[in-house]
């Protein structure tokens, strides 16, 4: 599957959500086994905060009953937004109508302070990335992939600057 993208809607998810809507219609009790980071590489940006919010309200229509929404296995050190990963997911499985973008603001300000702002617009650089330009990422994608371009890199560094200095004091 695809998890840059979200399960409803993009062609690389077609047969797992053709299998998801079959369960639906013939069991009572759904339950998921979600996996929400890069699995090959726990420090790799994943942009799929986005695929997160429609992908939970998709098991949510089809009435599952619980999504284990897997993290960060036996690396003991966290990964690329491990709390903020687990927080998003933690709230959007407790209300699947909220907006992943205002969640993630809510716990940017929270976390990082004056720092917020400039993190946001690292995300979101990311996540606006993978969806115009199409790029599909898995739980094992390489980083070798290419998407992380000079450009996007260049960006990023200019970006943890802007929130490094807003926390210097």
């Given at each position: 599957c695809c998890d840059s993208?979200?399960?409803?809607?993009?062609?690389?998810?077609?047969?797992?959500?053709?299998?998801?809507?079959?369960?639906?219609?013939?069991?009572?009790?759904?339950?998921?086994?979600?996996?929400?980071?890069d699995f090959a590489?726990?420090?790799?940006?994943?942009?799929?905060?986005?695929?997160?919010?429609?992908?939970?309200?998709?098991?949510?229509?089809?009435g599952f009953e619980g999504v284990f929404a897997q993290a960060?296995?036996?690396s003991g050190g966290g990964g690329e937004f491990s709390l903020l990963r687990g927080y998003l997911a933690s709230e959007l499985l407790k209300d699947s109508s909220q907006k992943a973008e205002e969640v993630i603001q809510g716990f940017l300000e929270g976390y990082y302070g004056s720092a917020a702002e400039p993190i946001?617009?690292?995300?979101?650089?990311?996540?606006?990335?993978?969806q115009k330009e199409n790029i599909h990422m898995h739980l094992y994608t390489n980083p070798a992939q290419g998407y992380l371009s000079d450009?996007?890199?260049?960006?990023?560094?200019?970006?943890?600057?802007?929130?490094?200095a807003a926390v210097q004091d």
């Amino acid at each position: 599957c695809c998890d840059s993208h979200p399960i409803a809607t993009c062609s690389l998810n077609a047969d797992y959500r053709r299998r998801a809507m079959a369960w639906s219609k013939i069991c009572q009790h759904l339950c998921a086994w979600h996996y929400i980071v890069d699995f090959a590489h726990y420090y790799n940006p994943f942009p799929n905060f986005r695929a997160m919010e429609a992908d939970f309200a998709f098991y949510h229509r089809l009435g599952f009953e619980g999504v284990f929404a897997q993290a960060m296995g036996q690396s003991g050190g966290g990964g690329e937004f491990s709390l903020l990963r687990g927080y998003l997911a933690s709230e959007l499985l407790k209300d699947s109508s909220q907006k992943a973008e205002e969640v993630i603001q809510g716990f940017l300000e929270g976390y990082y302070g004056s720092a917020a702002e400039p993190i946001g617009d690292y995300i979101t650089m990311l996540h606006d990335k993978v969806q115009k330009e199409n790029i599909h990422m898995h739980l094992y994608t390489n980083p070798a992939q290419g998407y992380l371009s000079d450009e996007v890199l260049a960006r990023a560094d200019a970006l943890f600057d802007r929130a490094e200095a807003a926390v210097q004091d």
